[in-house]
């Protein structure tokens, strides 16, 4: 049972690392992107009709992934190249999505689909508890490990990583000093929106296998949230990720078990325990005021 | 569906030549619906849009409909007034927030008519209409009871209204019909459609060994998860078979049509008059979808439950029943009055939960 547990704790929580480390990129170069929900969601839909159509879940994430950037795309468009205010053309970008995505899944829905298939390690896999949590899961889960260390390791250790966050920081700066910022930009939105197109592929493909209108229910926001509490560093994303994801488990268990504690209380439960302890853990006001890129949400226009 | 257009212009037309006589007959109507979620849904509001098509079929010219999707209860208002200004005769609003908005858009249109789904507020111009889904839950409850083997079944809850309540009521009472100790591990979502959670919900009482899966939210997510550990479950509000065509054991349908085509009809003929109804399985507004992936003798038993309750012999809400905290609620033969049940705000015996208040 404990092993089912931790299983149904990573898959709840691995669409919130995703969207939250896509995020956390794009944040990092000075750009708020509250569209995360609205790629979230074609990812959703491009993951589910692409292994549809060819049969294939790997494709489908393919494809999930694809409109995740294309997306992105449209909103780096907007806010970059024609620097309209980054929060409405967020909030247009998720209203946007939404919409879309129901019309482009609207034959989609009903439809059974391939479970995505799981690592199987013989021996490996089988260990007690955490054979199959570590050896027995599915590609999506792997990438999201992958990529915490890697977004790690190229913020911190990778002279562009310093330039992505030189940017975010203070972008005319940055661009005296010949940095494209634009470019960094670009490709730190697009970032975001293949990361926020494989959580939603993972919603579609992996934790409930099917389509239906508005699936995502509020994802890409607990993601955003995540990234701000995680005061912008990945190792804290995936720790806030698999806590929020720990609590709304283990309230589901409190009600089953019947303890007695009113179920409203239960449900908000995980938003109370992970702000709490983000909160906590971002306690030193003067790192979090580093990690905090200074030019978030504010347009750059290069004067040359 | 007509172009809003036209509908329109015909509207205009049509306000300028009618005389506002109540019982007058009408040649046309122009019926009209109001859904809270997708009319796709695969679940609560497509049975409405399903039996708006059928209403669109039986009457063929003389009726055409429009619908207006995912609107949110809490800013229902607008939908329904636009609805109203368009020149509906008649407008469907089919989720229980929507009951307020319908009858302050109804005081300011006295010549539409609607019709509110699960609510219990009418108007000189807006009834009320709803099913007693509850008696589908008691054949759950009874076929539950019969299959499972661990003598406990879970419950995938909404949001705690006096619906959803009456539902998880009225399967331990069917459960322990068959089997006096069943018992009931019930988990709130507190939500209608979200699928990753209802799916978490699914696993989280999977793992805590119930054998049996029902729920009262829209998703098939419940229904796609028991299937993969091989458990068997019950659909909510449409038939869930392809979800789990070797698992699930029947749903409970809702089979509006049968009541939309009759009020249509009543509009044409002009008799149509503001009422307060509760249905049940023998007026068609509810169904059970085919009794599957269960015994024989389970199967009869289940049909022979279905018949008892479709002739009135068999009455869910009938005592002896006692109260979750021991005390009794019913007296032996004594039947549940309906306001009560309509407000219904505590569980009886055999629930492991407590109501969340």
Redesign the interface.
Known sequence: ?LE??LL?IAT?AT?LLLAALGELVVERSGVLNLGVEGMMIMGAVGGFAGMILTGNPFIGVLVGVALGVALSLLFGFLVLTLATNQYATGLALTIFGLGLS?LLG?SF??R?SV?MPVLNIPGLSDLPVIGRLLFGQDIIFYLSILIVIGVTWFLFSTRQGLKLRAIGDNPQSAHALGIKVLRYRYLAVMFGGACAGLAGAH?SLV????W????T?G?GWIALALVVFASWRPFRVLAGAYFFGAV??GQ??A????L?????LL?ALPYLATILVLVIISQNRRLTLINTPASLGKSFVPDR | MKPLLTTLAAATALSMTMVPAAFAQQEHVDACFVYVGPANDGGWSQAHDVARQKVEEHFGDAVSTRFVESIPEASSEGAIERMARSGCDVVFTTSFGFMDPTLAVAERFPDVKFEHATGYKTAPNMSAYNARFHEGRYIQGVIAASVSETGTAGYIASVPIPEVVLGINAFILGAQSVNPDFSLKVVWVNDWHNPGLEADAAKVLLDQGVDILTQHTDSTAPVQEAAARGVKAFGQAFDMIEAGPETQLTAIMDTWDAYYIDRVQTILDGTWEEQNVWLGLEDGILSMAPYTNMPDDVKALAEETEAAIRSGDLVVYEGPITRQDGSVWLEDGQIAEIGELLGLNFYVEGVDDQLPQ
């Open positions: 049972m089912s547990i149904t709840a669409p129901g609207e829905i009903g059974s479970r919603l934790y409930t296998p099917q239906t209108e508005n699936m229910a994802r709304s488990i589901l268990h009600q089953a078990l019947g007695g504690i009113p179920s409203q449900s």
